[in-house]
């Protein structure tokens, strides 16, 4: 008997699936054949409610953004926001060297037109309370058009993966380096910040984030995890 349809019903076993799939698979890799056969729907269904995969990035993006900051709180365990920022790009950035998959939804992410723009509009958001007594002067449109090169400069740096030279570590270092230069912050609170991320073991931080979000995610979207995924 041919299942009714509903929109609703659809959209969540769409993104459902996907997720699973971007997550195991990784974005590129995943295709439509997949998602249609994992979320037991049609073609003609998932063009009417997403068009192209692209719709449930935005989905997925707007869910890790939104947790990485809180999770970067709690980690940091201090009201410092130039803190928390180092930690959470400092965890961003190690968690797309430790998972290619993830890797691959973030650079995809930093690359799409309408991701980039949501990440644009809420991080902007974010710096202007973080940074804006180091620049008073500047409005929230002021940090949009900073965040669109230091945006850039955390696609570029996740896309190059790490090698004997060029350490995780080092483009942690280098990255927020360049960004509170950017963004005004006094050497001596640059240097302060990068002491304490130095002597965080950012790899196992990482990982433990990372398993956080893969579960957060599966309560999200709904789907069960595959044990060999977790690891």
Known sequence: MARRYDKEDS?????????????????????????LREADVTSSTFQNIFRTKDGVLMDLVEFM??????MARTIAKTSNPVLIYAVET?????????????????????????????????TSTELHKIFGSYLSDYEESDFYELEIGSSGIMCGYMAKH??????LEKKIQRFLAMSMTVYAVPDDE??????????????????QVMQKLFIAL??????????EWRK
């Open 90 to 122: 400092s965890i961003q950035i190690a968690l797309a060297e430790l998972n290619e998959n993830l890797r691959d939804i973030y650079i995809e992410a930093y690359s799409n037109s309408q991701t980039i723009e949501y990440i644009h509009q809420h």
């Open 162 to 167: 790490c090698d004997k030279y060029f350490t």
């Open 11 to 35: 959209k969540r076993r769409i993104l459902s699936a996907c997720v699973k799939l971007f997550i195991e698979k990784g974005y590129h890799n995943t295709t439509l054949a997949e998602i």
């Open 65 to 70: 953004f939104e947790n990485q900051f809180g």
């Open 190 to 207: 640059q240097q302060q910040i990068l002491s304490y991320i130095s002597s965080l073991d950012i790899r196992h931080i990482a990982n």
């Open 218 to 227: 599966a309560m999200k979207f709904d789907f069960t995890f595959n044990t």
